[in-house]
């Protein structure tokens, strides 16, 4: 009786531990189970952790920013630009560069300062998603420009608007001038190099070409000083900035050279070359 007794408590044990052994069994996935790969095995690859790329835990999967700086036509210049897709960039930045030269025009000499001042935004479009890009833009800031003083010295002569003056030996011509553009201008360039590359590289070489579309420059010129002159087979000494005839001529001469530089600088050129870094 005492061994029956045993027993009992023994099958008692031991069948609710078979029976659950035999409930979990039946749960897992019978592929599982004819591949032979452990169970175990199985569930601790979900639980050791994400097997997901680095790169995709940006959104997108690719960086946030590329700076870069770069020389060209509108001076040496940095640059900045963020992925809006994976087409798109938006890029900006500014140029600078100075220049000091002398040169004459008609007789009249100009110490010309040459300033270069500009800030430019684009959208970058990768239509394959490669290096070669289309950009349009603007100059969001034109502060291009080219100042200086003017002289004539005296018993020298010059020429306003095809009439020739000399300048008086008492009192030498002199004055300034400035050749100014728009303020802002749309551009258009196209290129090769992303500032953010879609791939593991962190260094690029932009290089771009295009135009920037300024419109008609303005030349201004005013004088002072006494300049003399033949009307009518008579010899006129007058003070420039009030003769009306010379005056007429230097306005005459202002639109000239306006659009001898109009003729060039309408289209100002767009040449630049680059090193980026991807951040």
């Not at 452990?38 to 940006?58: C, N, V, Y």
């Given at each position: 009786m005492h061994r029956i007794s045993l027993t009992l408590v023994t099958l008692s044990l031991a069948l609710p531990v078979a029976f659950a052994q035999q409930s979990s069994s039946s749960l897992v996935a019978p592929e599982l189970l004819a591949g032979g790969a452990p169970i175990a095995a199985a569930l601790g690859a979900s639980s050791s952790g994400s097997t997901m790329p680095a790169s995709a835990s940006r959104p997108g999967g690719f960086p946030?920013?590329?700076?870069?700086?770069?020389?060209?036509?509108?001076?040496?210049g940095v640059e900045a630009a963020v992925p809006v897709g994976r087409h798109l960039?938006?890029?900006?930045?500014?140029?600078?560069?100075?220049?000091?030269?002398?040169?004459?025009?008609?007789?009249?000499?100009?110490?010309?300062?040459?300033?270069?001042?500009?800030?430019?935004?684009?959208v970058d479009w990768f239509p394959w998603a490669k290096g070669f890009h289309i950009s349009p833009g603007a100059l969001i800031y034109n502060g291009n420009q080219v100042t200086g003083g003017a002289n004539v010295p005296g018993g020298k002569t010059f020429t306003l608007n095809g009439t020739t003056y000399t300048s008086s030996a008492t009192s030498p011509v002199t004055g300034s001038g400035s050749l100014t553009f728009t303020k802002a201008a749309p551009k258009l360039t196209v290129g090769w190099g992303n500032l953010v590359p879609r791939s593991e590289r962190h260094f690029s070489f932009p290089f771009e070409v295009g135009f920037a579309y300024v419109g008609d420059p303005k030349f201004v010129l005013n004088l002072a000083g006494t300049a003399c002159y033949n009307y009518?087979?008579?010899?006129?000494?007058?003070?420039?900035?009030?003769?009306?005839?010379?005056?007429?001529?230097?306005?005459?001469?202002?639109?000239?050279?306006?659009?001898?530089?109009?003729?060039?600088?309408?289209?100002?050129?767009?040449?630049?070359?680059?090193?980026?870094v991807r951040f």
């Amino acid at each position: 009786m005492h061994r029956i007794s045993l027993t009992l408590v023994t099958l008692s044990l031991a069948l609710p531990v078979a029976f659950a052994q035999q409930s979990s069994s039946s749960l897992v996935a019978p592929e599982l189970l004819a591949g032979g790969a452990p169970i175990a095995a199985a569930l601790g690859a979900s639980s050791s952790g994400s097997t997901m790329p680095a790169s995709a835990s940006r959104p997108g999967g690719f960086p946030g920013i590329g700076v870069g700086v770069k020389v060209g036509i509108l001076g040496v210049g940095v640059e900045a630009a963020v992925p809006v897709g994976r087409h798109l960039n938006v890029r900006g930045g500014g140029n600078f560069f100075s220049y000091s030269d002398t040169l004459t025009q008609d007789g009249i000499t100009y110490n010309a300062n040459l300033q270069f001042r500009s800030g430019e935004a684009s959208v970058d479009w990768f239509p394959w998603a490669k290096g070669f890009h289309i950009s349009p833009g603007a100059l969001i800031y034109n502060g291009n420009q080219v100042t200086g003083g003017a002289n004539v010295p005296g018993g020298k002569t010059f020429t306003l608007n095809g009439t020739t003056y000399t300048s008086s030996a008492t009192s030498p011509v002199t004055g300034s001038g400035s050749l100014t553009f728009t303020k802002a201008a749309p551009k258009l360039t196209v290129g090769w190099g992303n500032l953010v590359p879609r791939s593991e590289r962190h260094f690029s070489f932009p290089f771009e070409v295009g135009f920037a579309y300024v419109g008609d420059p303005k030349f201004v010129l005013n004088l002072a000083g006494t300049a003399c002159y033949n009307y009518q087979g008579t010899l006129y000494c007058d003070n420039v900035a009030t003769d009306p005839n010379i005056q007429a001529n230097l306005a005459a001469e202002q639109k000239k050279i306006s659009n001898d530089v109009a003729t060039y600088a309408r289209f100002f050129p767009i040449l630049s070359q680059g090193f980026a870094v991807r951040f």
